[in-house]
């Protein structure tokens, strides 16, 4: 290869290599003024308060559902709108969702309700759901440290006297997962600055169905309602005890899951009542249930069909009996004598 046309190829080289380089130039150089006119065209404007997740209806205000963001100036609503400069720190803690809040969106003073304005409480129900109010104490509500948000369970406690006069005395779990709206007329655990205050009180507002609320109202005659507080993550347990009691069916998708998850937290249970009674606690207690009924008269005969094994439960046995008989029977009472005869049997 001559010298001649070394030179040209050399010479292309560099004509090409100016050339891509001055269309760079050029090209970044056009997209930074456009880049900097998008920024300018849209302002941002004040902080205001928006949902940090999806509020639906009925959502008592806390301090972690809610954040400040910067919104662009043309777009913010001063009347409406809850601004940083104009709000004060947890004055919104508290408060109900009126009207369902996606997640990113703007607080407005429609959207909320505050406590002591009408329709508080209403608001504050979820769909079809009522609320009820049952009597308690320091004792039957864990000393105060039940507040509204929380989720409990319902125990009542009674004694039931037979002919013999000996109290059965048991304890069923008879509702689970209620949803605490008040306490008092407290509906946050928050003083006047903001911080958490654990008081004690005489009454608790609970969110219920409309048959639970029924269960309940008859309880608070029947004996002493307690609370008892659930932990705070206890999905995954509910789930599993709502699946093998065959109250929901697992869907397949995650989403489907996700939803049902979140229906199972914010529903109360009234299917699976649990009881102790005072001969699981003490070998001196009775627990079976007492006879009740006969002709009113200490030398008459008494006669009660029962299924099951029979125990002794008189007074002064240092422990309950063995079954003397598993299947169907009769026991036949004849003053202070038992005898237990089974059915078919002489």
């Given at each position: 290869m001559d010298g001649k046309k070394l030179f040209l190829i050399i010479g292309a080289l560099v004509v090409a290599i100016g050339a891509a380089f001055g269309v760079n130039t050029l090209m970044r150089g056009s997209a930074t003024p456009q880049s900097q006119a998008a920024a300018a065209a849209v302002p941002q404007g004040p902080d205001i308060l928006v949902a940090t997740r999806a509020l639906p209806v009925g959502t008592i205000i806390t301090p972690d559902a809610v954040r400040y963001q910067a919104w662009p100036q043309a777009l913010v609503d001063d009347k409406n709108y809850f601004l940083r400069e104009k709000t004060a720190n947890g004055s919104l803690v508290g408060t109900v969702v009126r009207n369902a809040i996606t997640?990113?969106?703007?607080?407005?003073?429609?959207?909320?309700?505050?406590?002591?304005?009408?329709?508080?409480?209403?608001?504050?129900?979820?769909?079809?759901?009522?609320?009820?109010?049952?009597?308690?104490?320091?004792?039957?509500?864990?000393?105060?440290?039940?507040?509204?948000?929380?989720?409990?369970?319902?125990?009542?406690?009674?004694?039931?006297?037979?002919?013999?006069?000996?109290?059965?005395?048991?304890?069923?779990?008879?509702?689970?997962?209620?949803?605490?709206?008040?306490?008092?007329?407290?509906?946050?655990?928050?003083n006047a600055d903001g911080k958490d205050e654990v008081l004690t009180y005489a009454l608790v507002t609970l969110e219920v169905t409309p048959r639970i609320a029924e269960k309940i109202t008859v309880a608070q005659v029947m004996g002493k309602l307690s609370l008892v507080l659930r932990p705070l993550a206890e999905d995954t347990a509910e789930l599993e005890r709502a699946i093998a009691a065959g109250e929901v069916k697992v869907p397949e998708d995650a989403e489907g899951e996700k939803r049902l998850l979140l229906e199972i937290k914010s529903r109360p249970s009234d299917s699976d009542v649990t009881s102790t009674t005072g001969g699981e606690v003490s070998p001196w207690a009775r627990r079976s249930k007492p006879s009740t009924g006969g002709n009113g008269g200490g030398s008459g005969a008494r006669a009660d069909v029962q299924q099951g094994p029979v125990y002794s439960d008189r007074a002064g046995s240092a422990a309950p009996a063995a079954p003397v008989y598993s299947g169907p029977s009769v026991r036949v009472v004849r003053g202070d004598q038992v005898s237990v005869v089974p059915v078919g049997g002489k």
């Open positions: 997640a990113g969106e703007p607080l407005t003073q429609g959207a909320l309700v505050h406590p002591g304005e009408r329709g508080f409480l209403a608001a504050a129900l979820g769909p079809g759901m009522r609320a009820v109010t049952v009597s308690v104490s320091a004792q039957t509500a864990v000393a105060g440290f039940v507040f509204p948000g929380d989720r409990v369970d319902l125990s009542l406690t009674q004694s039931i006297t037979g002919d013999d006069d000996q109290a059965l005395y048991v304890t069923d779990t008879i509702v689970r997962n209620l949803r605490v709206l008040a306490t008092d007329q407290r509906t946050t655990s928050k």
